[in-house]
């Protein structure tokens, strides 16, 4: 096997002086689509960031291609983030440009192509999502599933090696579910791209996936192929398969004695 | 009395810090200013946002003050017997001192405002991280084109401000009252200097635009990205921006016109 696209060696990271991420080490293999799991708030999000290169870890390394993206310099690292592209969790389109804008803009910033071949592209890229009908709405007009396809026609305009989708299928229908976790599998072979999903939906995921890895309280906790997981006999990721309350998976964010909170004491 | 100490303390600290931030900020800007130039279809969007849009605004205040300089002015100069200098009194304090700093202020709560919100609303939205993940720098792509947008508007605002100022206290003082025409534009092409008033007054309003703009983008850009961290920004911006055209105002004037 060829080395991996990204690694991350033994990654600390923190906001401030709230650990979010203590001991993480994972590898997302060439070609390959890779889940990452975890609670609300277990820092899925952070982690996307530290390999985008938008925070720094602490302490151990995130690689990319082999580069340390924290040591890259500006330059370098915006051309890295040429090659990769990003779901935001919550879209972020630019709410100034109309969906085709949108989705053109990153052709329009990084290519040289004739303004016919980047109105091909972008239909076509809509056309991927369903969404080819609405190119001239404006974000505003449309509704969160929609904007989240949008997003993602945006992200994967570029053709990057690498895709990252930040909750794909939150506020999606079942039929778009279906269709967008096949076109997120479609794209990562057609372009021998590697994908990583973040994601809560573990029953879409096992479908299309490679490889999954759990996180919780700033560790990865298990890992293993879709058909691992299915017969696994792990608590934590029995917990989270099968949507239970109670287990190794915290529900509630960390805080004090909840009597002690109800009845008059500080929480 | 310790507790009053270390708040005056940790005010003039953050002060210092902002102060610090926003000269590492005016230096990006400009560093990442080429974009603006060079896709200048940017910029033009801006300008337009900016300035255009800040026109009626300004156009009509302008007359407004033009109109109660040619009566104050009238009232006082006609006890000295001297109505027909009118002209030049509502000239001078217009291109030296009203153009520049009132159409200044207007323009930071009309225009100033507006970017500082637009701006803090796509950090709130991510739109701004967006962007940087995209490769794309957000100072080159939004905040550069903003500021510059700002700081060609002003200087034009600030002489269409003058200009609409004239006409009102020529409206007041030659048609309304009655003061002799041909004296009161006389008078005033004999008593403004080129380069000693309109070249000043000019400057002035180019440092307002600087300094307004420049607050805008930065209030935006810094803001705290939730809906009460943008309505402070807005605040900020409004409130900082008035301070610093007062402020330079002064420094300038007793540089520039010291008889
Ligand atoms: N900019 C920030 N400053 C300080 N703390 C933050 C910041 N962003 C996130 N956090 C904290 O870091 C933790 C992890 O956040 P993150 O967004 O990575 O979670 P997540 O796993 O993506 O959750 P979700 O599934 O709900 O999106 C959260 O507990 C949050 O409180
Ligand atoms: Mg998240």
Same mark, same amino acid.
Not at chain 1, 12 to 21: D, S, V
Not at chain 1, 33 to 46: F, L, Q, R
Not at chain 1, 225 to 234: E, L, W, Y
């Given at each position: 096997?060829?080395?991996?696209?990204?690694?991350?060696?033994?990654?600390?990271?923190?906001?401030?002086?709230?650990?979010?991420?203590?001991?993480?080490?994972?590898?997302?293999?060439?070609?390959?689509?890779?889940?990452?799991?975890?609670?609300?708030?277990?820092?899925?999000?952070?982690?996307?960031?530290?390999?985008?290169?938008?925070?720094?870890?602490?302490?151990?390394?995130?690689?990319?291609?082999?580069?340390?993206?924290?040591?890259?310099?500006?330059?370098?690292?915006?051309?890295?983030?040429?090659?990769?592209?990003?779901?935001?969790?919550?879209?972020?389109?630019?709410?100034?440009?109309?969906?085709?804008?949108?989705?053109?803009?990153?052709?329009?910033?990084?290519?040289?192509?004739?303004?016919?071949?980047?109105?091909?592209?972008?239909?076509?890229?809509?056309?991927?999502?369903?969404?080819?009908?609405?190119?001239?709405?404006?974000?505003?007009?449309?509704?969160?599933?929609?904007?989240?396809?949008?997003?993602?026609?945006?992200?994967?305009?570029?053709?990057?090696?690498?895709?990252?989708?930040?909750?794909?299928?939150?506020?999606?229908?079942?039929?778009?579910?279906?269709?967008?976790?096949?076109?997120?599998?479609?794209?990562?072979?057609?372009?021998?791209?590697?994908?990583?999903?973040?994601?809560?939906?573990?029953?879409?995921?096992?479908?299309?996936?490679?490889?999954?890895?759990?996180?919780?309280?700033?560790?990865?906790?298990?890992?293993?192929?879709?058909?691992?997981?299915?017969?696994?006999?792990?608590?934590?990721?029995?917990?989270?398969?099968?949507?239970?309350?109670?287990?190794?998976?915290?529900?509630?964010?960390?805080?004090?004695?909840?009597?002690?909170?109800?009845?008059?004491?500080?929480? | 009395?310790?507790?009053?100490?270390?708040?005056?303390?940790?005010?003039? !600290?953050?002060? +210092?810090?902002?102060?610090? &931030?926003?000269?590492?900020?005016?230096? #990006?800007? /400009? @560093?990442?200013?080429?974009? =603006?130039?060079?896709?200048?279809?940017?910029?033009?969007?801006?300008?337009?946002?900016?300035?255009?849009?800040?026109?009626?605004?300004?156009?009509?205040?302008?007359?407004?003050?033009?109109?109660?300089?040619?009566?104050?002015?009238?009232?006082?100069?006609?006890?000295?017997?001297?109505?027909?200098?009118?002209?030049?009194?509502?000239?001078?304090?217009?291109?030296?001192?009203?153009?520049?700093?009132?159409?200044?202020?207007?323009?930071?709560?009309?225009?100033?405002?507006?970017?500082?919100?637009?701006?803090?609303?796509?950090?709130?939205?991510?739109?701004?991280?967006?962007?940087?993940?995209?490769?794309?720098?957000? !100072?080159?792509? +939004?905040?550069?084109?903003? &500021?510059?947008?700002?700081?060609?508007? #002003?200087? /034009? @605002?600030?002489?269409?401000? =003058?200009?609409?100022?004239?006409?009102?206290?020529?409206?007041?003082?030659?048609?309304?009252?009655?003061?002799?025409?041909?004296?009161?534009?006389?008078?005033?092409?004999?008593?403004?200097?080129?380069?000693?008033?309109?070249?000043?007054?000019?400057?002035?309003?180019?440092?307002?635009?600087?300094?307004?703009?420049?607050?805008?983008?930065?209030?935006?850009?810094?803001?705290?990205?939730?809906?009460?961290?943008?309505?402070?920004?807005?605040?900020?911006?409004?409130?900082?921006?008035?301070?610093?055209?007062?402020?330079?105002?002064?420094?300038?004037?007793?540089?520039?016109?010291?008889?």
């Amino acid at each position: 096997m060829s080395e991996p696209l990204v690694r991350l060696e033994n990654v600390r990271f923190a906001y401030g002086e709230r650990a979010i991420l203590r001991d993480i080490s994972l590898s997302i293999p060439r070609g390959k689509v890779v889940a990452i799991m975890g609670g609300s708030g277990c820092g899925k999000t952070t982690l996307l960031r530290l390999i985008g290169g938008q925070e720094k870890a602490r302490s151990g390394r995130v690689l990319v291609d082999g580069q340390d993206v924290a040591r890259l310099g500006r330059d370098d690292l915006y051309a890295m983030r040429r090659r990769m592209g990003m779901l935001f969790q919550f879209g972020a389109l630019f709410t100034d440009m109309s969906v085709f804008d949108n989705v053109a803009f990153p052709l329009r910033e990084h290519t040289e192509l004739s303004p016919e071949l980047i109105n091909d592209l972008v239909l076509m890229k809509l056309h991927a999502v369903g969404l080819r009908g609405a190119a001239k709405l404006m974000p505003a007009e449309l509704s969160g599933g929609m904007a989240r396809r949008v997003a993602l026609a945006r992200t994967i305009a570029l053709d990057p090696m690498l895709l990252m989708y930040d909750e794909p299928f939150t506020g999606l229908d079942p039929i778009s579910l279906g269709v967008i976790g096949q076109l997120i599998r479609r794209l990562n072979d057609a372009l021998g791209a590697s994908s990583v999903i973040v994601t809560h939906d573990i029953q879409e995921s096992l479908q299309i996936v490679d490889y999954i890895y759990f996180i919780s309280e700033g560790r990865v906790v298990a890992e293993g192929t879709p058909d691992d997981i299915r017969n696994t006999s792990d608590p934590f990721v029995h917990q989270f398969v099968h949507a239970e309350a109670d287990g190794p998976v915290p529900f509630h964010y960390p805080a004090g004695d909840y009597a002690t909170a109800l009845t008059g004491g500080a929480a | 009395m310790l507790g009053v100490l270390r708040k005056l303390g940790a005010l003039a !600290i953050n002060g +210092v810090w902002r102060l610090g &931030f926003i000269t590492r900020f005016f230096w #990006m800007v /400009l @560093l990442y200013s080429g974009q =603006s130039f060079t896709r200048l279809h940017l910029t033009i969007r801006e300008l337009y946002f900016s300035g255009v849009m800040s026109l009626l605004i300004i156009l009509v205040s302008g007359l407004f003050v033009g109109l109660v300089l040619g009566l104050q002015g009238y009232e006082t100069l006609q006890r000295y017997g001297a109505s027909d200098s009118l002209g030049t009194l509502v000239a001078l304090s217009l291109v030296r001192e009203l153009g520049p700093v009132v159409a200044g202020l207007l323009f930071a709560s009309r225009a100033g405002s507006a970017v500082t919100a637009e701006i803090g609303l796509m950090k709130v939205t991510e739109q701004l991280k967006a962007m940087d993940m995209m490769a794309v720098s957000p !100072i080159a792509r +939004v905040v550069a084109p903003r &500021f510059w947008g700002g700081v060609i508007s #002003m200087p /034009l @605002l600030a002489a269409l401000f =003058s200009a609409m100022g004239v006409f009102g206290g020529w409206l007041i003082g030659v048609v309304a009252i009655g003061v002799d025409d041909g004296a009161f534009w006389a008078q005033m092409q004999a008593a403004v200097d080129f380069r000693y008033d309109v070249i000043n007054g000019v400057i002035k309003s180019c440092v307002f635009g600087v300094a307004v703009a420049l607050i805008a983008v930065f209030e935006g850009y810094d803001c705290v990205p939730t809906a009460e961290g943008v309505s402070r920004a807005i605040t900020r911006t409004v409130v900082s921006s008035a301070l610093a055209i007062l402020a330079l105002d002064f420094v300038m004037t007793s540089f520039m016109f010291r008889g």
